[in-house]
C-alpha cells in the first residue's frame, strides 16, 4: 500500500514563495504518474501539476503554467512542487497523489491520496 504525506503548507503574502513536500512510502512498484491537486472551499478538487515515475515528464493546468514547478528528489520516493509568484486564488488545501496508469488531470485515476496541506494566500 502507497503512503504519500504532504508537508511545507503555510501562510505566506501574495508574491511570496513557498515549496511543498511529498513522501512516499509502501509498495511504490507499477507507480506511473504523481500528481499535486487543490481544493478550495466550496470547490471542486482540481489538478495542479504532475510528473511521471520514470522519465520525469511534467505537465500543468494553465492556470500555475509559469509559476509552479514539479519536481522529484535525488532519492526518487519524494516530490517537490515550488510555487512562485502566490496569488489570492492560490489559497487551497494541496493534496500529492499518485496512479498506476499514467500522466491524468482526473481525480478518478489516482488510487493513493496524502491527507493534504494547507496553503493560505493573503496580506
Known amino acids: 500500500q502507497v503512503q504519500l504525506v504532504e508537508s511545507g503548507g503555510g501562510l505566506v503574502q501574495p508574491g511570496d514563495s513557498l515549496r511543498l513536500s511529498c513522501e512516499f512510502s509502501?509498495?511504490?512498484?507499477?507507480?506511473?504518474?504523481m500528481g499535486w491537486f487543490r481544493q478550495a472551499p466550496g470547490k471542486e478538487r482540481e489538478f495542479v501539476g504532475g510528473?511521471?515515475?520514470?522519465?520525469?515528464?511534467?505537465r500543468y493546468a494553465d492556470s500555475v503554467k509559469d509559476r509552479f514547478t514539479v519536481s522529484r528528489g535525488n532519492a526518487r520516493y519524494s516530490m517537490y512542487l515550488q510555487m512562485n509568484g502566490l496569488k489570492s486564488e492560490d489559497t487551497a488545501v494541496y493534496y500529492c497523489?499518485?496512479?498506476?496508469?499514467?500522466?491524468?488531470?482526473?481525480?478518478?485515476?489516482?488510487?493513493?491520496w496524502g491527507q493534504g496541506t494547507q496553503v493560505t494566500v493573503s496580506s
Open positions: 509502501g509498495g511504490t512498484f507499477g507507480i506511473e504518474f
Open positions: 510528473i511521471s515515475w520514470g522519465s520525469d515528464g511534467a
Open positions: 497523489a499518485a496512479n498506476r496508469i499514467g500522466p491524468s488531470e482526473a481525480t478518478t485515476a489516482y488510487q493513493y
